[in-house]
C-alpha cells in the first residue's frame, strides 16, 4: 500500500531505490562488579584504542570523498577518545566502584550528554551529539557487537534511519546511497549539512519513516518538497520518475549559467556572492558561479576549539579564502560569538537574553585583545586579494566609528612596523538592528557599503526569536514593515553612492529576488547551492518590471498580499 510521510527537505532532488534500513544496535550495557579492575581498564583501553582506528579509517574517508571540513568531524570524535576528562572518570568509576567497563562507560558519557544537552546552545547540543556517537562506537567494541558499516553497501539504495550520525554520513557512497530519510534532525543537523554537500537529496525529521519503511520496499524521497513515498503505485512512480527527470534537466540548465555574469533580461547586473563558514567552502562557492563571497562568518575559526585562534592561524585562513577568490570581493565578517554561538571557553556568564546580551561587536568592543589580534590578521592578509571588512550587530553610529577607529589604529601600527596592508580596503557594517536601519542615512555617510543581515533583522523588527518554532508564524521576510526598513536602508545608501548587499537567507528566496531587483539590493549572498537558481530568476526578469511594483509592494498591509502580488506578476509557482 502506497504511504506518504512529511518531513523536512534537507538537500534537494528526488531519489528513488530500494529501501536499506540502517538499524541501530540494541547496546545494553549491564551493571556487573569487577574483581579484577585493573585488567577491566585495559579492557576499556583496548576497546578505546579500536574504535580509534575506526574512526581513523572514517575521517580518511570523508577526507577523501568530503573534504577536509567534514573530516573535521571525525578529528573533533577522536579528541573525544583522547580527552582525559572523559576518560579519567570513567576509569575511576571502573576502579572505586569496582564495575564494568561498558557501565562505567555509559554512566559517564550520559552524565555529560545531559549536560551538553540541557544547555540551551546548538553547538554544545553538538558536542553532546559527537560523544553519543563516539561512546556508541566504544561501547560495541566493549561488547563485541558489530555496528552496522554502510560503507559496505554494493546495490543503489536509499537509506532509512532514526538518525544518522556523521559518521553513517561520511561512508556514503553516493554511487549506491542515492537518498535517505530519517526520523529525527533538523536542516542544520550535521548530516543534513553533509548530505547537501554531498548533494543526496534528503528528507529528515519525518518521525515515522523508520516505523514505516520495510528492507526492500520502493521508496521515493522528495528532497525538494520534503516528503517520503512508500510504495508508490505506478501513477505515482511515474510522477516522482518526470519531477527527477525535471529536476536534473533544471540542474544541467542551470550548470550552463556558472562562468556567466547576472545579468537581468534588461542588462542590469547585480553581483551574486556566497556565505560561507570555512575557506573549504570556497571550492563549493566558485563550483557554484560565486562572484564573490558576501559574508565570511569567520566565528567557526573560533568554536571546535578550546582557545583562541592565533593571529597566525588567522592570516592563514584568511589569505586561503583571498587567494582562492582571485581578486573577487570577499566581505569578511567580524567575530559574531554570542547569541546561539557561544564560545565556552571564554566563560561568559549565562544571559537571560542571549539575542540582545553581549555578543558580537559588543564583545568585541570590550574584549579588545582579541579584537585587534583579529583585525591584525585580517589587516596582514589583505595584500592577497581585494578584502572588505564589516561589523556585524551595529546599533548606533558610536559603535561603529570606536570599532573603526581600532581598525585604522591597528593599520598604522602594521604600517608603523614595514607590515605591508592593502590599500582602499572598504568598511561596513550589517544592517541587522532596526535601530541602524531606521537611522541608515546616518551611517551611510561614514560606510563603505552596507549588507542587510535579515535573519537577525526579521527577528528584532517583530520581536520574535529566531531559534522559537511557537513564534516562527512571525518570521516573515515579506511583511511591509521588513520591506520598507529594507528600502529605506538601500536608498539611504545610494544617496550617498554606497553601494548595499544582503547576506541573510532571504537574499536567495525565489519569491524575495523580484522584490529585492525592485528595491535595488546591489548584492546578494546565499549560500553556495541557491546561487545558480537565483542567477536564472533574474536572468528572465527585468529591473524596469520590477521596479513597476516597488510602489504597490511597499503600501500592501500583509506579508500574504505582498506573496500573492509577487506569484501572480512574476509567474512563480
Ligand atoms: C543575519 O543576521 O542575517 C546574518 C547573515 O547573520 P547570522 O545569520 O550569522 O546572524
Ligand atoms: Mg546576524
Redesign the pocket.
Known amino acids: 500500500m502506497e504511504k506518504t510521510i512529511h518531513g523536512i527537505a534537507a538537500s534537494s532532488g528526488i531519489a528513488i531505490a530500494k529501501a536499506y534500513r540502517l538499524e541501530t544496535p540494541h547496546l545494553a550495557a549491564e551493571k556487573r562488579t569487577i574483581a579484577d579492575v585493573e585488567a577491566e581498564v585495559a579492557r576499556l583501553e583496548a576497546a578505546v584504542a579500536k574504535a580509534k582506528e575506526e574512526l581513523e579509517a572514517i575521517k580518511q574517508h570523508a577526507l577523501e570523498k568530503l573534504g577536509e571540513d567534514k573530516a573535521a568531524i571525525f578529528a573533533a570524535h577522536l579528541l573525544v577518545l583522547d580527552d582525559p576528562e572523559l576518560l579519567n572518570p570513567i576509569k575511576e568509576k571502573i576502579q572505586t566502584e569496582q564495575v564494568n567497563a561498558e557501565y562505567a562507560l555509559e554512566e559517564t558519557a550520559s552524565f555529560f550528554i545531559s549536560m551538553f544537552e540541557g544547555m540551551d546552545n546548538e553547538y554544545m547540543k553538538e558536542r553532546a551529539a559527537d560523544i553519543r556517537d563516539v561512546t556508541k562506537r566504544v561501547l560495541a567494541h566493549l561488547l563485541g557487537v558489530t555496528i552496522s558499516n554502510p560503507s559496505l553497501i554494493s546495490e543503489e539504495v536509499v537509506i532509512i534511519a532514526e538518525d544518522l550520525t556523521p559518521s553513517d554520513t561520511a561512508q556514503l557512497d553516493r554511487q549506491y546511497v542515492k537518498g535517505f530519510a530519517t526520523d529525527i534532525g533538523g536542516r542544520t543537523s550535521h548530516s543534513a549539512i553533509m548530505a547537501r554537500s554531498l548533494e543526496i537529496p534528503a528528507v529528515v525529521g519525518t518521525k515515522a519513516v523508520t516505523a514505516e519503511v520495510k528492507n526492500g520496499d520502493i521508496v521515493v524521497i522528495d528532497g525538494l518538497d520534503g516528503q517520503v513515498v512508500i510504495n508508490p503505485s505506478p501513477e505515482r512512480l511515474a510522477h516522482y520518475e518526470e519531477k527527477r527527470a525535471r529536476y536534473e534537466a533544471q540542474k544541467a540548465e542551470w550548470a550552463k549559467l556558472v562562468d556567466e555574469p547576472t545579468v537581468t533580461a534588461d542588462g542590469v547586473h547585480v553581483e551574486l556572492a556566497a556565505?560561507i563558514g570555512t575557506p573549504d567552502d570556497v571550492k563549493g562557492a566558485l563550483a557554484n558561479g560565486a562572484e564573490g563571497i558576501g559574508?565570511y562568518?569567520t566565528e567557526f575559526l573560533y568554536m571546535g576549539r578550546s582557545e583562541l585562534p592565533t593571529e597566525e592561524e588567522q592570516v592563514a585562513a584568511y589569505q586561503t579564502v583571498l587567494e582562492q577568490m582571485n581578486g573577487k570581493p570577499v566581505v569578511v565578517r567580524t567575530l559574531?560569538i554570542g547569541?546561539d554561538k557561544e564560545l565556552p571557553y571564554l566563560n561568559l556568564p549565562k544571559e537571560m537574553n542571549p539575542f540582545l546580551g553581549f555578543r558580537a561587536i559588543r564583545l568585541c568592543l570590550e574584549m579588545q585583545d582579541m579584537f585587534r589580534t583579529q583585525l591584525r590578521a585580517l589587516l596582514r592578509a589583505s595584500v592577497h586579494g581585494n578584502l572588505k571588512i564589516m561589523f556585524?550587530m551595529i546599533a548606533t553610529l558610536e559603535e561603529f566609528r570606536q570599532a573603526k577607529a581600532i581598525l585604522l589604529e591597528e593599520k598604522e601600527a602594521l604600517l608603523r612596523q614595514g607590515v605591508p596592508v592593502a590599500d582602499g580596503i572598504e568598511v561596513g557594517m550589517?544592517v541587522?538592528i532596526p535601530a541602524a536601519a531606521v537611522m541608515a542615512d546616518q551611517f551611510a555617510k561614514e560606510v563603505d557599503f552596507f549588507s542587510?543581515?535579515?535573519?537577525?533583522?526579521i527577528q528584532y523588527t517583530m520581536a520574535a526569536d529566531r531559534m522559537n518554532e511557537r513564534v516562527s508564524y512571525l518570521y516573515q521576510p515579506y511583511n511591509p514593515a521588513i520591506l520598507r526598513l529594507i528600502s529605506h536602508v538601500i536608498d539611504a545608501a545610494h544617496r550617498e553612492g554606497k553601494w548595499v548587499g544582503m547576506?541573510?537567507?532571504m537574499a536567495g528566496d525565489p519569491i524575495a529576488i523580484p522584490i529585492l531587483l525592485a528595491l535595488g539590493l546591489d548584492e546578494f549572498s546565499m549560500s553556495a547551492t541557491s546561487i545558480l537558481p537565483a542567477r536564472a530568476q533574474l536572468k528572465q526578469l527585468t529591473k524596469e518590471e520590477a521596479a513597476r511594483i516597488k510602489e504597490t509592494v511597499l503600501s500592501l498591509g500583509t506579508a500574504e498580499e505582498v506573496v500573492a502580488l509577487i506569484k501572480q506578476t512574476f509567474h512563480i509557482a
Do not use: S
Open positions: 556565505n559574508l562568518r559574531d547569541g556585524p550589517m541587522e542587510i543581515g535579515t535573519n537577525d533583522l547576506c541573510g537567507e
